[in-house]
């Protein structure tokens, strides 16, 4: 089996071409970060200029890495939603046409359930399973009995893990995303302000990350009106500090709960240093027979070959899609059933 999987989600334009929804002949990532950068955030109507430009070529790239002929391929994989409208028509778009010439099935994809099965990429995933997904625009505890089968434990009442990292770097001065480097920021410096950790004491799977925002923006602000100058590492290491304790703290209550074989991370905040050192930490205190899955760096953002080993478990399940395929901006997993 064959997929060539196309993602356009958001801000990277990407495709990749996957064998048996787990072996990765190519996969081609073009990020157009340096274009929104000076807007502090995504453009929409950049981002799908940028698609448009970028598609053909991202797609002819991935098929001749891949080393494979579109007669060869099993199917054609698109991220349906959720996202940006009019990023991810450009990339529905192109999926459909290469689907109708070619006669290939035209597999519509989860952009969530691409995050999670980033993770088969580089080991089997054994359910029942649970997946902390923490992404730009997510973040969200979902507990798998099977392949696709999604149920949403817990998810944020307001902002997501990396939107509340973006604004808080905004606050100090960086150029968006700021996730990265906060991450980087928090390494050398200590968590002295001891922030809020939003519900942690709640008995549910909740998250809420604006309480810790606001209290972050108010201790720079008043500090900023009396003349003060804080740490701005202490300031990262105690806004990562807070955001860590509430995840880890929150997904191991999950894992005490529900009978779980398997521990995945998901999402752009996958990449976050902290929190694959601490969840690394205390599952092997608390949990050392649980496998716990966290993909490398080049998996944690958004890229096709997620996208490509999604795609596979519809492609077994014969979820196909005609060509009446549209983009669906807010897609959920509640949607899915
Ligand atoms: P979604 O997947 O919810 O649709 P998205 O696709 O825009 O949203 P991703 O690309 O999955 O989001 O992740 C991007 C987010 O990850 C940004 O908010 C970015 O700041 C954050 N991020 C990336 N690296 C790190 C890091 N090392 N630490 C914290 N956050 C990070
Ligand atoms: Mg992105
Ligand atoms: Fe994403």
């Given amino acids: 089996n064959l997929i060539l999987a196309i993602e356009t989600s958001c801000d990277e334009t990407s495709a ?14 073009a990020s157009q970060i340096k274009s929104h950068m000076r807007f502090g955030g995504v ?20 098929m001749k890495e891949a080393n494979v002929t579109y007669e060869g391929l099993s199917g054609v994989a698109v ?12 990339g529905v778009n192109a ?3 290469i689907a109708f010439a070619h006669q290939l ?5 989860n952009h969530m359930a691409g995050h999670i099965y980033a993770n088969r990429l580089i080991e089997p995933l054994t359910f029942p399973l649970l997946a902390l997904v923490v992404s730009g625009g997510h973040t969200e505890l979902v507990y798998m009995e099977k ?4 149920q949403i434990i817990g998810e944020t009442r307001d902002d997501a893990s990396g939107e509340a990292y973006d604004k808080v770097g905004r606050v100090l001065g960086l150029t968006y995303p700021g996730g ?14 001891h922030f809020p950790r939003g519900m942690i004491k709640e008995n549910n799977y909740d998250f809420s990350f604006s309480g810790l925002k606001s ?3 108010n201790t720079v602000h008043n500090a900023e009106q009396k003349g003060e100058t804080l740490n701005q590492f202490d300031l990262a290491a105690s806004f990562q500090a807070s955001v860590i304790d509430v995840l880890v703290s929150k997904t191991l209550k999950a894992i005490r709960e529900y009978p779980v074989k398997q521990l995945v991370l998901a999402g752009g905040v996958a990449a976050n240093h902290g929190l694959r050192a601490e969840l690394t930490n205390r599952m092997n205190q608390e949990f050392p027979s649980i496998r716990l899955s966290i993909p490398p760096l080049s998996l944690c953002g958004d890229n096709a070959a997620m996208i490509g080993a999604a795609a596979y478990v519809e492609f077994n399940s014969g979820n196909f899609s005609g060509y009446d395929l549209n983009a669906k901006p807010g897609l959920s997993f509640e949607m899915m059933k």
């Fill in 147 to 150: 392949d696709g089968d999604y």
């Fill in 79 to 90: 991220t349906e939603g959720p996202g940006l409208v009019g990023a991810l028509l450009i």
């Fill in 180 to 193: 990265k480097r906060i991450d980087e920021m928090a390494k050398m410096g200590s968590d002295t302000f």
């Fill in 43 to 62: 453009v929409p109507e950049i981002a799908s200029r940028h698609h448009v430009e970028q598609i053909t070529q991202c797609i002819e790239e991935a």
């Fill in 16 to 29: 990749a071409v996957i064998k048996d929804g787990k072996e990765i002949c190519s996969n081609i990532v």
């Fill in 215 to 217: 209290a972050f923006i």
């Fill in 95 to 97: 999926a459909k046409a």
């Fill in 105 to 109: 099935p035209l597999i519509p994809v």
